[in-house]
């Protein structure tokens, strides 16, 4: 006589059943926990390509954006005429794309150096703004054949600095009240 044999009918239904539901469920149970699982790692792993892409991106963007290094020679080179030519120039603003983080951030550069100079200038974003076509780095002028001295200092303050520049003409309502304005745009494509 064996153990089962004492056990009351209804028990070992009960058992069987149990047992039954068991060897059921874990199985399934299983692969739901795996299948969560195997979508949680693929969704993790997605998030992580995706952010190391962008970090590549950036990375990127980083090393051909331009910029103003305080250590580089040339910016030496543009911060030591600009501190001799600032007190022969009045307030100037400097502007740069609205839209464009990339020409305002250099654009700041240039403030940030000319302000350590001495220059009275600060980097202002009018509305309207640059338009996205505006590439370089540009000194607006009002009049071609009366250009301010004060332009012609920063210019040579720009060349100084061997930054690639034109003189552009100003629209009659961009920055209205002044005789000249360093314009940041996007970078040029043939730089990209």
């Known amino acids: 006589m064996s153990f089962l044999d004492n056990l009351p009918q209804g028990s070992l239904?009960?058992?069987?059943?149990?047992?039954?539901i068991f060897a059921i469920s874990f199985p399934i149970l299983g692969a739901v926990i795996g299948?969560?699982?195997?979508?949680?790692?693929?969704?993790?792993?997605?998030?992580?390509?995706?952010?190391?892409?962008?970090a590549?991106?950036?990375?990127?963007?980083?090393?051909?954006?331009r910029g103003l290094h305080p250590d580089a020679p040339t910016t030496a080179k543009m911060f030591a005429l600009a501190k001799q030519l600032c007190p022969k120039i009045h307030k100037?603003?400097?502007?740069?794309?609205?839209?464009?983080?990339?020409?305002?951030?250099?654009?700041a550069d240039f403030v940030e150096v000319f302000k350590a100079a001495g220059c009275n200038t600060d980097l202002q974003l009018p509305i309207p703004g640059l338009?996205?076509?505006?590439?370089?780095?540009?000194i607006g002028v009002r009049n071609y054949t009366d250009i301010s001295a004060a332009a012609e200092l920063i210019a040579k303050i720009l060349s100084a600095g061997e930054i690639s520049y034109e003189v552009a003409p100003l629209k009659g309502d961009f920055f209205p009240d002044e005789?000249?304005?360093l314009i940041i745009g996007a970078k040029p494509r043939q730089q990209h």
Do not use: H, M
């Open 131 to 138: 338009t996205p076509d505006v590439e370089g780095v540009k």
């Open 56 to 65: 590549v991106r950036e990375a990127r963007e980083l090393a051909t954006s």
């Open 13 to 20: 239904d009960s058992w069987f059943r149990w047992l039954t």
């Open 179 to 181: 005789p000249f304005v």
């Open 92 to 107: 100037f603003p400097v502007t740069a794309a609205n839209g464009n983080q990339e020409a305002q951030a250099y654009a």
């Open 35 to 54: 299948g969560i699982c195997a979508w949680g790692a693929f969704t993790v792993g997605n998030r992580i390509s995706y952010l190391q892409a962008a």
